[in-house]
């Protein structure tokens, strides 16, 4: 029982970490319909940017390395970064195919994709960065000697990142005028557009606000496992969340997360052995799919009529 | 001036219902035919025949098959290379297996294993729909690949998970030079297109169509979504496990599953939305650009910028290029090349006389 | 005055062509099918950068092979087996004499051209990666799995944890939990790893990670659960820094954790930080840039600012000095081979073919190449395309990598025994009688 906790809380604990991936997913779709599939490119395009200026920035201004003002000042400069790239996607590609197929927006951001990684290679280069957040990754200890449970400090601090960022994006969306803006442009392109939302405004903060969501699950992935192109395979873990818990709703986001990362866990540790092992790659996106024949829309997602 | 179709009338329904009403279409399709059939493999050299032609063909054909479901049918799949997969392992072990059996109908039974693992994945369409449905199709990407590697039988419990494909052999007679690896890979392929171009005319493709535009309404005119959309399952996946096949068999000699990743599925995607969703010869039109670009590219930055710029950041240019490329293209005709095409035929029919 | 500069100007360019020809006349060509970019390119820039920087210190230092330069072009392949194919074909005719060598470093785009190399005569030279069993070089006389391949070191691995354990007999009954890459790349390990483990007694905990394995808390928790002895760890890319983090959290001992070659640069533990400390890897070259060959390359190459690295600070990296490894194998296959068809002339692959499958580096010829420990000695025969199946341990010490032995070899019976095996089947299979190896010259 003990073994089924650990698996369990450590399982939730990723979870949390898929979401964060998710989030930014979620933002886009909610306010342009974009699924915007460049979004763990960002994920790695921000890591790799917060990473690369920390290490120029001591020799540029002269600035002890590593410490907490060359963190903070490359944090901005990253963020900077993905607010640039986030406007630049809007105002270079989205503008432009409006009112085209979803698939072909889609298609775009895969384009995006390529452009993104080719750009963050091509400056920064390849190599393999390591990022320490100053947190370790170690059990906590009166929890181990409690209950035998291991639980991870770093994963706990991961998750509290990934609820402050969601409670502050709730707050953001539910009582200030450009979240409110939001999800009027959210609810009908053409409504919103008439009572003078400016939608092209507002997709640019969208998109900013996708950027730094990336920053903040590239900082964190990053500091897990290294800064380095596998951070853009984390969109994968997160697209199971995305259909399990729908794709314009925050909240579904974050219990998608959940679900997916227990019952990821659970079934790699009880069934995995059984067939070989490995399942994780499939088993989240059956589940899903399995929960999807049953809820077509996901958790929270909207339910779509259809008018003949 | 050339390209008229005054003074051709159609007679009769079957001249009527023919895929080139216009005698101009009908000659140059017949020349485009003799010209890939004869003179190709008489005069391209090596290079061309195996790393671009068959390639080429061989990836128009999945993306046949991509096309009849999504182009047609509606339904976005991000699964395509894990059919060919089971297309290439399929046709792969009935070879292996049956004594005697022919490569063509192993070929055909590799593609009806596709198919049928394609209608199991195709299942949840019936509920699912838009990007939630592209999404649950990663599934069976994934799922497939892990099959593949994880059971030993498929592989005949070769060390490493590979392959390695059997001799091409049909009435005694070895397809084994580049010419006519080429060869029966265009003769494959040109069937199948040519039954796919008649497939979607036909009321099957109507109906894929109907469902394609709005099911419910398709269902209020009689059309059963459930058989309709199982159907362009079955069929697409069936021609993509063809693909799959001829991959292992005239192209690569030996394939892994890893091999048939998600980064093809996506490759696959790109060539029918750049060659043109619902066009048959879009595929092709689609699969020639993907497959050249980054050759292209890759030549190109070697002999303009070779030497002055550090290998690696030519390398990712050229993936910077390649993806702008792809945008823009998108923004500047989202119908695809099919659509530039057609353009120029309605342009050259009042060439030279545009008023 | 017009027809005067006209045939000034065409003579000038026949000239120009001649000369040029007359220089292409010398050169060797090797084609690089390389990738620098996408999730490969950290190990692809490492190794295509020190392979070239070998290549232009031979040029620079030594005016090329007895005075044959050599000549190369890139051609990304991504790590994908089409572009791969695309690469092969557009290299293969390049240069006065065609490619030498085709090394792709993947071991997709290897089973794609296995069965072309042996039409073009090429070799298909594969260090440390590719088809185990072309080792059996009667059945694949093209192919070179050089060094040593995944069975060797599977089997080298299992030596070095019962000498740690102080001796072989000592493994019975203990456990070794076998943490591997889910793909036909880390399958390799099972039959070797199930034939050790009878042989010596030992368990083995067969634990898949899905790629890209950027999670492993499950694996961890089994791992943690069922307490293995030592966990070998057959990982590559993302899954090997990962897999340390996930190792301290769940407490278990980095000094426990054996990794394979492609889980030993600096790409994997950098990224781990305090946690990869102590946790040691196999490797058929050792990092460290005070060798002689690699000052060299700094002094010849990087003096004279010809170096392929943007960041020169990777010199003496795990996969830097792998490519350096590339470059050494190939440049004295080439010499080989010229002693018998001629110095100083380029060679055809054919030709180059026959440099490896006689290519004989002895501690003295490591010596005087400047890589003494760099690298194993090797000696390839006809029957033995494997040469040496020799690795070394090196453990990161926080920092940087330490080698702790000396060439470790494996089980050599008992590989080669699989290695026949293998082959065997596969020439049946494709009905390849296999050469008598008494009757080659």
């Given at each position: 029982m003990q073994f089924f906790f650990e698996v369990l809380i450590g399982g939730l604990l990723s979870g949390v970490l898929y979401a964060l991936v998710a989030l930014g997913f979620v933002l886009?779709?909610?306010?342009?319909?974009?699924?915007?599939?460049?979004?763990?490119?960002?994920?790695?395009?921000?890591?790799?940017?917060?990473?690369?200026?920390?290490?120029?920035?001591?020799?540029?201004?002269?600035?002890?390395?590593?410490?907490?003002l060359v963190f903070a000042l490359a944090f901005v400069l990253a963020l900077a970064a993905m607010v640039v790239l986030g406007i630049a996607t809007e105002k270079i590609v989205l503008r432009r195919l409006v009112n085209q197929p979803h698939i072909t927006l889609f298609m775009a951001t895969i384009g995006l994709t390529y452009l993104v990684e080719g750009i963050a290679q091509g400056i920064w280069g390849a190599n393999v960065r390591g990022l320490d957040l100053g947190i370790a990754d170690e059990p906590i200890g009166w929890i181990m000697d409690s209950a035998n449970i291991l639980v991870s400090k770093f994963d706990v601090f991961a998750a509290s990142v990934a609820?402050?960022?969601?409670?502050?994006?709730?707050?953001?969306?539910?009582?200030?005028?450009?979240?409110?803006?939001?999800?009027?442009?959210?609810?009908?392109?053409?409504?919103?557009?008439?009572?003078?939302?400016?939608?092209?405004?507002?997709?640019?903060?969208?998109?900013?606000?996708?950027?730094?969501?990336?920053?903040?699950?590239?900082?964190?992935?990053?500091?897990?496992?290294?800064?380095?192109?596998?951070?853009?395979?984390?969109?994968?873990?997160?697209?199971?969340?995305?259909?399990?818990?729908?794709?314009?709703?925050?909240?579904?986001?974050?219990?998608?997360?959940?679900?997916?990362?227990?019952?990821?866990?659970?079934?790699?540790?009880?069934?995995?052995?059984f067939v070989g092992g490995g399942i994780e790659s499939w088993f989240p996106y059956i589940l899903a799919l399995g929960f999807l024949l049953v809820r077509p829309e996901g958790l929270f997602g909207e339910r779509h009529i259809d008018r003949v | 001036?050339?390209?008229?179709?005054?003074?051709?009338?159609?007679?009769?329904?079957?001249?009527?219902?023919?895929?080139?009403?216009?005698?101009?279409?009908?000659?140059?399709?017949?020349?485009?035919?003799?010209?890939?059939?004869?003179?190709?493999?008489?005069?391209?050299?090596?290079?061309?025949?195996?790393?671009?032609?068959?390639?080429?063909?061989?990836?128009?054909?999945?993306?046949?098959?991509?096309?009849?479901?999504?182009?047609?049918?509606?339904?976005?799949?991000?699964?395509?290379?894990?059919?060919?997969?089971?297309?290439?392992?399929?046709?792969?072990?009935?070879?292996?297996?049956?004594?005697?059996?022919?490569?063509?109908?192993?070929?055909?039974?590799?593609?009806?294993?596709?198919?049928?693992?394609?209608?199991?994945?195709?299942?949840?369409?019936?509920?699912?729909?838009?990007?939630?449905?592209?999404?649950?199709?990663?599934?069976?990407?994934?799922?497939?690949?892990?099959?593949?590697?994880?059971?030993?039988?498929?592989?005949?419990?070769?060390?490493?998970?590979?392959?390695?494909?059997?001799?091409?052999?049909?009435?005694?007679?070895?397809?084994?030079?580049?010419?006519?690896?080429?060869?029966?890979?265009?003769?494959?392929?040109?069937?199948?297109?040519?039954?796919?171009?008649?497939?979607?005319?036909?009321?099957?493709?109507?109906?894929?169509?109907?469902?394609?535009?709005?099911?419910?309404?398709?269902e209020v005119i009689g059309i059963r979504p459930m058989r309709t959309k199982l159907q362009a399952f079955a069929v697409s996946s069936f021609y993509c496990g063809v693909a799959g096949a001829l991959y292992g068999y005239t192209y690569l000699?030996?394939?892994?599953?890893?091999?048939?990743?998600?980064d093809l599925s996506f490759k696959i995607l790109f060539m029918i939305i750049i060659g043109g969703v619902g066009s048959i010869m879009g595929s092709f039109l689609g699969a020639a650009f993907i497959v050249l670009l980054p050759i292209f590219l890759n030549v190109a930055m070697h002999s303009t910028l070779g030497g002055a710029v550090p290998a690696s950041l030519a390398a990712n240019l050229e993936l910077i290029i390649f993806g702008g490329l792809i945008i823009f293209f998108l923004i500047v005709e989202p119908h695809g090349l099919a659509r530039l095409w057609q353009i120029g035929k309605e342009k050259l029919r009042l060439w030279p006389f545009p008023h | 005055?017009?027809?005067?500069?006209?045939?000034?100007?065409?003579?000038?360019?026949?000239?120009?062509?001649?000369?040029?020809?007359?220089?292409?006349?010398?050169?060797?060509?090797?084609?690089?099918?390389?990738?620098?970019?996408?999730?490969?390119?950290?190990?692809?820039?490492?190794?295509?950068?020190?392979?070239?920087?070998?290549m232009t210190l031979i040029n620079e230092r030594d005016g090329g092979i007895n005075g044959v330069k050599l000549a190369w072009e890139e051609c990304e392949t991504e790590y994908n087996n089409a572009r791969g194919v695309e690469c092969y074909e557009r290299l293969k005719g390049k240069g006065t004499t065609g490619n030498s060598v085709f090394q792709p470093l993947s071991t997709g785009i290897t089973y794609?051209?296995?069965?072309?190399?042996?039409?073009?005569?090429?070799?298909?030279?594969?260090?440390?990666?590719?088809?185990?069993?072309?080792?059996?070089?009667?059945?694949?006389?093209?192919?070179?799995?050089?060094?040593?391949?995944?069975?060797?070191?599977?089997?080298?691995?299992?030596?070095?944890i019962g000498t740690k354990e102080g001796g072989m007999d000592k493994l019975k009954g203990k456990k070794i939990a076998l943490l591997y890459h889910d793909s036909a790349y880390g399958k390799e390990s099972h039959a070797i790893m199930d034939k050790l483990a009878a042989k010596h007694g030992f368990e083995v905990l067969k634990i898949a990670v899905a790629h890209p394995g950027n999670e492993q808390q499950s694996q961890w928790l089994q791992i943690r659960q069922s307490k293995p002895d030592y966990v070998v760890l057959w990982g590559w890319g993302v899954m090997n820094p990962t897999a340390l983090r996930t190792a301290q959290r769940t407490g278990f001992p980095r000094e426990k954790m054996v990794g394979v070659w492609w889980s030993g640069a600096e790409e994997d533990t950098i990224p781990a930080g305090d946690a990869a400390k102590g946790y040691t890897s196999a490797g058929f070259n050792v990092a460290g840039a005070?060798?002689?060959?690699?000052?060299?390359?700094?002094?010849?190459?990087?003096?004279?600012?010809?170096?392929?690295?943007?960041?020169?600070?990777?010199?003496?990296?795990?996969?830097?000095?792998?490519?350096?490894?590339?470059?050494?194998?190939?440049?004295e296959a080439i010499r080989t081979a010229q002693e018998k068809f001629g110095k100083g002339k380029p060679l055809t692959g054919e030709q180059v073919r026959w440099g490896f499958e006689h290519l004989k580096i002895d501690d003295k010829k490591l010596a005087a190449l400047g890589a003494t420990g760099f690298m194993p000695d090797l000696n390839v025969t006809c029957a033995d395309h494997e040469g040496a199946g020799k690795v070394k341990f090196q453990q990161w010490d926080g920092a940087k990598w330490k080698v702790v032995t000396d060439w470790v070899e494996g089980d050599k019976p008992l590989v080669r025994g699989m290695v026949e095996e293998s082959a065997a089947a596969y020439a049946k299979e494709k009905g390849i009688t296999p050469r008598d190896c008494s009757k080659e010259s």
């Open positions: 886009i779709y909610k306010a342009s319909g974009v699924f915007n599939f460049a979004q763990g490119a960002m994920v790695f395009f921000a890591a790799l940017t917060f990473v690369g200026f920390t290490e120029v920035l001591p020799a540029w201004f002269g600035l002890e390395e590593g410490s907490k609820g402050v960022l969601v409670v502050s994006l709730a707050l953001f969306f539910q009582f200030t005028r450009v979240g409110r803006a939001l999800r009027a442009v959210a609810d009908d392109h053409q409504a919103a557009l008439s009572i003078g939302i400016p939608l092209q405004h507002i997709w640019a903060i969208v998109w900013g606000v996708a950027g730094f969501v990336a920053l903040v699950a590239g900082l964190i992935w990053g500091s897990r496992n290294g800064v380095q192109f596998a951070l853009t395979f984390t969109a994968l873990k997160a697209l199971p969340v995305l259909i399990l818990g729908g794709f314009t709703s925050v909240p579904g986001a974050i219990l998608g997360g959940l679900i997916i990362g227990s019952t990821e866990k659970l079934a790699e540790v009880y069934i995995g052995p | 001036m050339f390209y008229r179709e005054a003074g051709q009338f159609k007679a009769s329904y079957e001249e009527d219902q023919q895929i080139f009403t216009i005698r101009q279409d009908r000659v140059g399709f017949y020349a485009i035919l003799a010209f890939f059939f004869l003179a190709v493999p008489a005069f391209a050299n090596q290079y061309w025949l195996q790393a671009i032609l068959t390639p080429v063909l061989i990836f128009s054909l999945a993306a046949i098959g991509l096309n009849i479901l999504t182009g047609y049918a509606g339904q976005l799949s991000l699964g395509s290379a894990a059919f060919m997969a089971v297309g290439a392992f399929g046709a792969y072990n009935f070879m292996l297996r049956i004594d005697g059996m022919p490569f063509i109908v192993a070929i055909i039974l590799g593609g009806l294993c596709a198919a049928a693992v394609g209608i199991v994945f195709g299942l949840p369409s019936l509920r699912i729909k838009g990007f939630y449905l592209a999404v649950a199709t990663l599934a069976a990407q994934f799922f497939i690949v892990w099959a593949l590697v994880k059971f030993p039988w498929f592989s005949n419990h070769s060390s490493s998970g590979v392959i390695t494909t059997q001799e091409i052999v049909i009435f005694g007679f070895a397809f084994d030079s580049p010419e006519r690896k080429y060869l029966i890979s265009l003769a494959i392929v040109a069937v199948l297109a040519l039954l796919a171009k008649n497939l979607v005319r036909s009321t099957t493709g109507r109906a894929w169509m109907a469902v394609r535009d709005m099911d419910v309404a398709a000699g030996t394939v892994e599953p890893e091999g048939f990743n998600l | 005055m017009k027809l005067k500069t006209t045939v000034l100007l065409g003579a000038a360019v026949a000239g120009l062509l001649a000369t040029g020809y007359a220089a292409a006349q010398q050169q060797q060509f090797i084609g690089l099918p390389s990738y620098r970019v996408g999730p490969y390119a950290s190990g692809g820039s490492g190794i295509y950068g020190g392979w070239i920087d070998y794609s051209v296995l069965d072309r190399v042996a039409q073009d005569k090429i070799p298909l030279v594969t260090m440390g990666y590719g088809r185990t069993d072309a080792a059996d070089g009667r059945v694949f006389p093209w192919v070179f799995p050089l060094i040593t391949t995944y069975w060797s070191q599977a089997s080298a691995i299992v030596n070095y005070n060798y002689p060959v690699i000052k060299d390359i700094d002094k010849f190459v990087y003096g004279k600012s010809k170096g392929n690295m943007e960041d020169k600070s990777r010199l003496g990296s795990v996969y830097y000095n792998r490519g350096v490894v590339h470059g050494i194998i190939t440049v």
